[in-house]
């Protein structure tokens, strides 16, 4: 899904290689309070109801967005032929819906609301590229936004926002007047990899009168995953292999096996066996944000069977190959199914008995009075998400990952937000293993904690690793819960509640 482009100027995505802002010697000192005084007046008040269209082209494909706001309440679509998503924010509740119509409530972002006059931690006057002054700004990981403020017109031409993988610089022109606002009608995006060049022009923009019913969270468009009649708990046809559970999906007529993979935000295929299914092609990306870059492309498959389960119309991602989950002894996965699949129903992995049993919506019952804890889990981003303490710190972005190799993943956030939690008490230096993740090798440093506590239970001199990559999984997560950690439990996700369950296997 794209943002708009509407005055909040929030998307501060990335370009390669653009020259360091000059400073004009003998500058006049301002402050960056005084420079946002003249943005908010340059730019005017936003309407406090407003209609909004954009469309945004990208790799030859234009997406139509339309944004309805009023006051703090928005709600976004995105279509792009058959794709169609949501996402929006009412009454403090954020909510996305996916291109396979299932409604999910998110945590507000941590960046959310940032806009051309949001505060700034530093300013100074530069000559390039823009005349005029660039606000700039540092995350609590390092990265910096900056925005370049034009000193004639006080207005925001450029931004750029610094990540592991790289700096998008995004560009705006073609300012307008509008019912009192004044915002740019285009904008362009770059970061160096042309298949993620967005150009974006306003189509629409003005006051509107925006009914509660507008803006409300809309339910799933229909039952994504559909159970056989008269039955409500399946047996998945899966093979347990090495902490993997492995399952066999009909796309079409042919037989593929997959892996469950609660770590992956929908259902993934590889490339290749796209193309031999004539799958076609209905958009293209540069995703940076796993093991290394790679291309993303988005397809819809008319039938897809999962032992007794349906799914009709499923948009699907494709990556270039699933190297290192891909064999496994008669095994070769090349899909995952996640978040998409996972969403529709509630699951129960068995580690120790090597099965998994799929309850559709309102079936489930929770286990009551076992061995173990039940936990909360946010949903945001296509993952479930919880917190996990280590040595006395706490990270509340841990994602539970049956497709990630190892125990326990700590991933750049983390490290850098608690670095005093990465005590090796002598066991990691030991230990010597090899990750791999889709775009490449995933380096890792093991370190032996002395104490980690999941959930209700404390896990002591616990075998970790630290992801030593900066770039790799740069997407606000802590790290994973992976599978060595996981076979340790009967696993039940119960998405629709954002409950998940940890049953001790007895004995």
């Known amino acids: 899904m794209r943002r708009s482009i509407v005055g909040l100027f929030c998307v501060f995505a990335l370009a390669c290689g653009d020259p360091a802002a000059a400073a004009v010697p003998g500058a006049v000192t301002v402050t960056a309070d005084a420079v946002l005084a003249h943005v908010r007046a340059a730019s005017g008040s936003v309407p406090h109801a407003y209609r909004e269209v954009v469309d945004a082209t990208e790799s030859g494909s234009v997406t139509r967005i339309v944004t309805v706001r009023a006051g703090d309440d928005v709600r976004e679509t995105f279509d792009q032929g058959p794709l169609h998503a949501e996402r929006g924010t009412v009454g ?55 925005r370049y403020v034009d000193r004639t017109t006080w207005r925001v031409l450029r931004s750029e926002e610094e990540r592991a993988s790289g700096m998008r610089v995004t560009m705006y022109d073609d300012f307008r007047t509008v019912d009192g606002y004044t915002l740019p009608f285009h904008a362009v995006e770059s970061d160096g990899h042309p298949e993620d060049d967005v150009d974006r022009r306003v189509v629409a923009f003005g006051a509107a009168t925006v009914a509660p019913a507008d803006v409300a969270i809309p339910p799933s468009r229909t039952s994504f995953v559909a159970f056989p009649p008269g039955k409500a708990i399946v047996q998945l046809p899966v093979h347990e292999e090495r902490d993997v ?31 031999q299914l004539r799958l076609p092609e209905l958009a293209a990306t540069s995703n940076a944000f796993n093991a290394g870059r790679y291309r993303e492309t988005t397809t819809v498959v008319p039938e897809m069977k999962v032992g007794d389960l349906d799914m009709h119309d499923v948009v699907i991602r494709t990556v270039p190959s699933l190297e290192g989950q891909s064999e496994l002894g008669d095994y070769k996965i090349v899909g995952l199914l996640g978040y998409d699949f996972l969403a529709a129903l509630a699951l129960k992995l068995d580690y120790f008995n090597g099965t998994a049993t799929a309850y559709a919506p309102g079936a489930f019952t929770p286990p009551v009075d076992f061995n173990g804890f039940p936990l909360d889990l946010d949903l945001s981003d296509g993952a479930a998400f919880t917190s996990i303490d280590i040595n006395g710190s706490t990270g509340d972005r841990f994602a539970i990952d049956t497709g990630a190799y190892g125990s326990l993943l700590l991933f750049d956030r ?19 293993i090899r990750m791999v993740g889709v775009g490449g090798d995933i380096p890792v440093k093991p370190y032996q904690l002395k104490a980690v506590r999941f959930g209700t239970v404390t896990f002591h001199d616990f075998v970790a690793y630290a992801l030593t990559n900066r770039a790799a999984y740069d997407d606000g997560t802590d790290g994973v819960v992976g599978q060595k950690f996981l076979h340790l439990f009967d696993v039940y996700l119960d998405y629709a509640k954002s409950k998940a369950y940890f049953v001790f296997h007895d004995g």
């Open 92 to 146: 403090g509740q954020a909510w996305s819906q996916n291109d396979n119509g299932e409604t999910v409530l998110e945590r507000l972002p941590e960046d959310s609301g940032t806009d051309a006059a949001a505060p700034a931690s530093s300013v100074a006057r530069v000559a390039t590229p823009v005349d005029g002054y660039v606000l700039s700004s540092v995350d609590a990981s390092g990265y910096a936004t900056r």
């Open 245 to 275: 559970f492995v399952v066999r999906v009909n796309v079409g007529s042919r037989g593929l096996d997959f892996e469950i993979d609660s770590g992956a935000s929908g259902i993934v295929l590889e490339s290749g066996v796209a193309r």
């Open 414 to 432: 983390f490290q850098r937000q608690h670095p005093a939690a990465l005590i090796d008490e002598g066991g990691g230096a030991y230990r010597d």
